[in-house]
């Protein structure tokens, strides 16, 4: 009666605790979105284009300006030469961008390389698609994939490999070696990489975010996804872009077509404009936020606790075992929200075997004093963990 693969699934894990926070009236420090209410100039051309524009069906591929301004963008940022009009497909969101490429992408029993932990959206459509995942497990602190680990991965059989740089939930951006090693193997084995750099844009200090499709024998087999969502902090617009040579874009669009069709152009409009405009908030975007990353880990470090680098995302996570605490992720994120008045995301939620069960992932895109007080009740949560498990 029911597809099994759906069926069997649990609700999210951001739906599920941005839902006991807000039953429970906790600080969400789970779901991942910013407080700061995004640049005005880019929603008031949004509010400009709902009253004054065109709001019937935009073309299904995006409206022209879009794509011309995504292409631009990453020719201006990244150095990369995509023609606006055979590469570039904007969808509702990178979630619908990911759904397309495993839709467009996969045959049936086509082998496909995910790392975990996973943005929980890959697998299931994976499956959906009849894609068999081939799942690489990375561990902290550094979560590095190496060699032998591709080795083990990779088969006659392996048809796409997903990628998500830099990373949710560790708030890794891949080093230079590691992504020129992971060319190596999809172009040895023939494999298109379907890349989530939704995060691209939140890159601190000392980290620098290198396009894959940029690296020898990549430009034909990337399937470059963006999110104007994580770019401009406005993470409820659903504004996506698929960046993909013509032979691949091809596909894309015909499995595009039928999922969501197009996306609001309203919206579309404004992404455009603040890609071509928005050059204060690409500075000060990433700046603000590395400030909000420091301030919350040095909080918590003053509350003893052990906290992971994070290079990029609105992600740090917190090493429950070297923080003293025995209690599991997903028990000390239920007992934190339920008891301290604080919501995190457990980690292993991010695993489908093997999981690491040791780490909270938390986030401080969030105003001073919320995460101050964030800091404060996460402590209470150690302290209470600990009687608990005395
Ligand atoms: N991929 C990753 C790694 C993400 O973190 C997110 C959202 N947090 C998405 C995809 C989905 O992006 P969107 O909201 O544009 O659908
Ligand atoms: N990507 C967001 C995060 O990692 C959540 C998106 C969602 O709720 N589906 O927190």
């Not at 459509?125 to 991965?153: C, N, S, Y």
Request: hydrophobic share 45%; proline share 7%.
């Amino acid at each position: 009666m029911v597809n099994s693969i759906y069926a069997a699934l649990p609700t999210t894990v951001f739906a599920e605790m941005s839902g006991l926070a807000a039953q429970l009236g906790a600080i969400n420090l789970g779901q991942g979105f910013p407080d700061d209410p995004g640049p005005e100039a880019v929603r008031a051309k949004a509010a400009d284009a709902v009253l004054n524009g065109h709001n019937q069906y935009p073309p299904m591929t995006g409206l022209p300006e879009l794509r011309q301004a995504v292409a631009a963008h990453y020719n201006a940022t990244q150095r990369l030469d995509l023609d606006w009009v055979g590469e570039v497909t904007i969808t509702s969101g990178a979630t619908e961008a990911l759904a397309v490429s495993f839709l467009g992408l996969i045959e049936p029993g086509d082998e496909v390389i995910v790392f975990q932990p996973f943005y929980d959206s890959y697998l299931p459509v994976i499956r959906r698609a009849g894609g068999v995942p081939k799942l690489v497990t990375l561990q902290p602190p550094h979560w590095r994939f190496d060699r032998a680990m591709l080795e083990a991965a990779f088969s006659p059989r392996t048809r796409l490999v997903v990628l998500n740089n830099p990373m949710n939930p560790t708030g890794v951006v891949l080093p230079d070696e590691d992504l020129a090693l992971l060319a190596e193997f999809c172009v040895a084995h023939d494999a298109v990489v379907v890349c989530d750099e939704v995060w691209e844009k939140v890159v601190f200090s000392g980290a620098r975010h290198r396009p894959l499709m940029s690296y020898p024998g990549m430009r034909e087999r990337t399937v470059k996804i963006g999110s104007a969502g994580k770019m401009f902090g406005l993470t409820g617009w659903k504004v996506g872009y698929l960046c993909a040579a013509p032979a691949l874009t091809h596909a894309l669009t015909r499995a595009h077509q039928f999922l969501t069709f197009t996306t609001p152009p309203n919206l579309q409009t404004a992404v455009a404009w603040g890609l071509e405009n928005a050059h204060d908030w690409f500075r000060e975007m990433p700046a603000g936020l590395e400030r909000s990353r420091d301030r919350m880990a040095e909080g918590l470090r003053r509350e003893g606790f052990s906290v992971l680098p994070a290079d990029g995302t609105y992600f740090l996570c917190l090493d429950l075992t070297t923080s003293g605490i025995e209690e599991g992720d997903r028990d000390f994120c239920l007992r934190a929200v339920k008891e301290a008045g604080v919501a995190a995301i457990p980690v292993s939620a991010f695993y489908e075997t093997e999981p690491v069960t040791s780490i909270v992932r938390l986030c401080f895109s969030k105003a001073d004093d919320t995460l101050d007080e964030g800091v404060r009740r996460l402590a209470r949560a150690r302290d209470l963990s600990r009687a608990a498990t005395a």
